[in-house]
């Protein structure tokens, strides 16, 4: 996994299956090798991911659209963006001089989910869609439909899901 630095791998834990016949084989490797095993793997390719999307963050790509999210999902990633990757940027902003809120600050709301060329539906992460606001900006209904493709910026990553915005190619 470190030499060849995938952008998604599958992982799971061995497990006996009654009619397979590796189940009748001696010598199981005993739950708590696979669980470390299962571990350091998850790690070291969490790593990988980590440093491919934020190489991605400022690329601008083609993304199709899977689903328009409600108010409640919109609410959830939202909060999974800013609890996530961009606790890097908070501490680092926090351990600078200048630690008033700006008001300059860009709000967006993640309004879809996407997928980009290189992403699996339902396995590999995906792409949160966001439309930038101001303070005084009342939502309109996302000129982004299900099933159509945009270009988008990557403006950031929360864990294996990129971040990004309507931008041109």
């Known amino acids: 996994v470190q030499t060849q630095k995938l952008d998604n791998v599958g992982v799971f834990m061995y497990s006996n299956e009654a009619q397979a016949h590796s189940s009748r084989l ?22 990988i991911v980590r440093r491919k999307n934020q190489q991605r963050v400022g690329q601008v790509m083609q993304v199709i659209v899977e689903r328009i999210l409600s108010e409640e999902e919109q609410e959830m990633y939202f909060h999974q963006m800013y609890t996530n990757e961009f606790e890097e940027e ?13 008001d300059d600050t860009e ?29 005084d900006d009342m939502m309109e209904e996302p000129k982004i439909l299900p099933g159509q493709r945009y270009w988008l910026e990557v403006t950031g990553f929360s864990e294996y899901d990129l971040i990004g915005i309507p931008a041109e190619p």
């Open 26 to 47: 001696p010598n199981h490797v005993p739950k708590e090798v696979k669980q470390e095993r299962y571990r350091r793997l998850m790690e070291a390719q969490y790593e």
């Open 107 to 135: 709000h967006v709301v993640v309004v879809a989910l996407g997928r980009h060329y290189g992403q699996c539906p339902d396995i590999d992460g995906q792409v949160l869609i966001c439309l930038p606001l101001s303070d």
């Open 90 to 102: 908070e501490e680092d902003a926090s351990s600078s001089d200048s630690n008033e809120d700006d």
